[in-house]
């Protein structure tokens, strides 16, 4: 909580995390798009992942943020070691991956650390990023919408905050990675005792 709170206290621009592979599906550039639509005294966006996969797609982001104007908003920080996302996300407001998930672990990684999300509406990002409460879910093409979307998180590091504490208690209660195994493996073990 205090994290949280130290965050929402900080003064200067809000500050966001994308964090995925530079691939289309994860929608850096729905992210660019509706960003550039704000004024840009107001935020900071840090994109870390791998530029390599997509090249042709990364060298079209470097563009779309040229001819935005968004050199002094945007910091690409490529492929980062643990230690230097976990101070990324101690650092930021607010994760927004506009991106298609099966499940989305992002998403949580990122609630440990006290974080409100943006993830797409496309997907499972719902079963665990409630609208409004922890976070928010957008239709990336729409962009009205997610610009609507991004300039609420901006007007108030209070409502952040709040939502911020909401995500910490979702990831509370989301069970661990040996807890999911532990109970797949019970589901199995009943499934073939009875089949006996």
Known sequence: RRMIEERCHRSGPAELLFVGNLIPRKGAHHLLAALAQISHSYWRLHIVGRADVDPAYSARLHQMIRRSGLLEQVQFHGQVSDAALRGLLRRVHLLAVPSYEGFGIVYLEAMAFGLPVIASTAGAAQEIVEH??????????DRPAFVQTLRICLESREALAEMGAAARRVYDRHPTWAETGARIRDFLVQQMQRQR
Do not use: L, Q
């Open 132 to 141: 409004g409460v922890n976070g928010f879910t957008v239709d990336p093409p």
